[in-house]
C-alpha cells in the first residue's frame, strides 16, 4: 500500500483536537509525523519506523510548515484532516519514509510500530498514539 500524500494546505485539525506548539529541529510539512529529539535540545524532526526506537516514537502530526529552529504546532490527539484520502477503518502508523503517515500492513519485520490512529472518514482519522518502543518481529501485515 501506498503512504498518505498529504496536500499542506488541506491539513487541518478536527473535534477534540489537543495542539502544541513546539520548535522544528528539520524542515517539516504539514501532515509530517514529528517525534521529539531529546538529543537536540527537544527540537521536533521527521518520524520514521525503520530508524531508532526514539525516531519512530511519534508525538504528533505537524499543521504547519517550518524549517529548523523555527515555531512548529502540532496535533497530539483528536481528529485530524491528514490532507488526503483516508481508507474508513485503517490503522495508519508511522511510515518507513520521514515524516510519512502509512498503513499498518506496510510494517516489516525491524520496524518500529507506532500507531497513530484509526481512519474514521474519508478526510479523518482519530489520533490515538501509542509507540510500541520494540522492534517488530515479523511483517505486521497479514
Request: include cysteine; aromatic fraction near 4%.
Amino acid at each position: 500500500m501506498a503512504d498518505l500524500g498529504p496536500t499542506p494546505a488541506n491539513v487541518a485539525a478536527g473535534d477534540g483536537a489537543v495542539i502544541r506548539d513546539v520548535t522544528a529541529g528539520a524542515t517539516i510539512a504539514a501532515g509530517d509525523v514529528v517525534y521529539s529529539d531529546s538529543t537536540d535540545s527537544n527540537e521536533y524532526k521527521l518520524a520514521q519506523c525503520d530508524g531508532t526506537a526514539a525516531e519512530a516514537a511519534a508525538v504528533g502530526i505537524a499543521l504547519n510548515g517550518a524549517a529548523d529552529g523555527q515555531p512548529l504546532r502540532i496535533q497530539t490527539a483528536g481528529n485530524i484532516d491528514p490532507g488526503d484520502t483516508v481508507t474508513v477503518g485503517e490503522v495508519y502508523v508511522v511510515s518507513a519514509t520521514a515524516g510519512n503517515i502509512g498503513e499498518i500492513i506496510d510494517l516489516v519485520a525491524g520496524n518500529f510500530p507506532t500507531i497513530l490512529g484509526v481512519g474514521t472518514t474519508t478526510g479523518n482519522i482519530q489520533l490515538g498514539i501509542n509507540a510500541a518502543g520494540v522492534a517488530a518481529a515479523a511483517g505486521i501485515g497479514y
